[in-house]
């Protein structure tokens, strides 16, 4: 399962993301935690100390490593230098998986032991002064795009992927690639600003959006997120000794994190499961092609002198039985 935690700057969605993946990771399950936000703070909220979380390889730093892996031997890609970040698989491609050992795993991914098991971490890398009006921050989430365009993922495997609800992911159709997205939200007008705001690109793909409302302090609180967002609104979680604590760099044992947190996590995974059975990898597979297509005709093509539309092979489809060359 592919999932998305998305919110405001300092709505704490890298904390509530960090506390699903420990839920998982207790509960034996195989996980991939990604941190594509501007801000990396994933690999600290999941227990590293600053510098451990500091020299965690970049995968924007390794992305013609990433590019060169996934092209395979896919015809209709000539070379790696004219692919995209919405460069889609067809016949030939390499494919990944959550559970396997590759190339790309062993140049970005990094195991985190935490209570009750290990979960694989990448992160885009630190947003840098280089990259400012030359790349662009998406030039780094672009490894991210290119993974989740390549994975094939099953039941009860879990891809979590902590990311900005800028205006970026919808400009490349990162945001359609979850089956689940969870939109963390404060009880402000600010906090539900955003969700409206995703609400809105996403009416017309499909998109599964939840809300989780955090900081909530009361009924007050619960009325209000209850009215701005509706049926939407999944569940709510308040202050938490356990997370205080963590902060403070005093983290306990993640089974004492408070009940109330723990059956919120429960209905996050619920919720998750639940779009198993929601999958089309046709349509997936399709909107691939539209925004690459969007994509290729805006820049892409100006920037590597390719028609990249040529890329797209009609005939493909992605999705668990594909198989994929070594």
């Given at each position: 399962m592919k999932i998305a935690f998305v919110g405001k700057g300092g709505s704490g969605k890298t904390t509530l993301s960090s506390l699903f993946i420990r839920h998982l990771a207790a509960a034996g399950a195989p996980v991939v935690a990604v941190d594509a936000d501007i801000n990396q703070h994933l690999g600290c909220a999941l227990g590293l100390e600053e510098s451990r979380a500091a020299a965690l390889p970049a995968m924007g730093d390794r992305l013609p490593l990433i590019k060169d892996y996934l092209r395979g031997d896919n015809p209709r890609i000539a070379s790696a230098e004219t692919m995209i970040k919405t460069t889609p698989p067809g016949e030939g491609s390499?494919?990944?998986?959550?559970?396997?050992?590759?190339?790309?795993?062993?140049?970005?991914?990094?195991?985190?032991?935490?209570?009750?098991?290990?979960?694989?971490?990448m992160v885009t890398g630190p947003f840098t002064d280089a990259d400012l009006g030359v790349a662009c921050y998406h030039s780094k989430t672009g490894a991210v795009e290119l993974f989740l365009n390549h994975l094939v993922d099953g039941r009860d495997e879990y891809v979590v992927v902590d990311m900005t609800a800028g205006s970026d992911s919808f400009a490349s159709g990162m945001?359609?690639?979850?089956d689940?997205?969870?939109?963390?939200?404060?009880?402000?007008?600010?906090?539900?600003?955003?969700?409206?705001?995703?609400?809105?690109y996403a009416r017309d793909y499909g998109v599964v959006l939840r809300v989780v409302g955090n900081k909530v302090q009361g009924q007050d609180d619960l009325d209000f997120l209850r009215a701005e967002v509706g049926d939407d609104l999944l569940v709510t979680v308040g202050h938490s000794d356990w997370v205080r604590a963590m902060e403070k760099g005093r983290p306990r044992r993640f089974e004492f994190l408070e009940d109330a947190d723990r059956r919120a996590l429960r209905l996050l995974q619920v919720?998750?499961?639940?779009?198993?059975?929601?999958?089309?990898?046709?349509?997936?597979?399709?909107?691939?092609?539209?925004?690459?297509?969007?994509?290729?005709?805006?820049?892409?093509?100006?920037?590597?002198?390719?028609?990249?539309?040529?890329?797209?092979?009609?005939?493909?489809?992605l999705g668990e039985g594909v198989t994929a060359p070594a």
């Amino acid at each position: 399962m592919k999932i998305a935690f998305v919110g405001k700057g300092g709505s704490g969605k890298t904390t509530l993301s960090s506390l699903f993946i420990r839920h998982l990771a207790a509960a034996g399950a195989p996980v991939v935690a990604v941190d594509a936000d501007i801000n990396q703070h994933l690999g600290c909220a999941l227990g590293l100390e600053e510098s451990r979380a500091a020299a965690l390889p970049a995968m924007g730093d390794r992305l013609p490593l990433i590019k060169d892996y996934l092209r395979g031997d896919n015809p209709r890609i000539a070379s790696a230098e004219t692919m995209i970040k919405t460069t889609p698989p067809g016949e030939g491609s390499r494919l990944l998986r959550v559970t396997e050992d590759n190339p790309v795993y062993d140049a970005c991914a990094r195991e985190v032991e935490l209570d009750g098991g290990a979960v694989r971490l990448m992160v885009t890398g630190p947003f840098t002064d280089a990259d400012l009006g030359v790349a662009c921050y998406h030039s780094k989430t672009g490894a991210v795009e290119l993974f989740l365009n390549h994975l094939v993922d099953g039941r009860d495997e879990y891809v979590v992927v902590d990311m900005t609800a800028g205006s970026d992911s919808f400009a490349s159709g990162m945001f359609t690639r979850f089956d689940i997205t969870f939109l963390v939200a404060e009880p402000t007008r600010k906090g539900v600003s955003v969700y409206r705001q995703y609400k809105e690109y996403a009416r017309d793909y499909g998109v599964v959006l939840r809300v989780v409302g955090n900081k909530v302090q009361g009924q007050d609180d619960l009325d209000f997120l209850r009215a701005e967002v509706g049926d939407d609104l999944l569940v709510t979680v308040g202050h938490s000794d356990w997370v205080r604590a963590m902060e403070k760099g005093r983290p306990r044992r993640f089974e004492f994190l408070e009940d109330a947190d723990r059956r919120a996590l429960r209905l996050l995974q619920v919720a998750a499961d639940a779009t198993y059975e929601l999958r089309d990898w046709e349509r997936y597979t399709q909107q691939m092609a539209h925004f690459h297509l969007k994509n290729a005709a805006s820049w892409g093509n100006e920037r590597t002198g390719a028609d990249l539309a040529a890329q797209i092979d009609p005939g493909f489809v992605l999705g668990e039985g594909v198989t994929a060359p070594a």
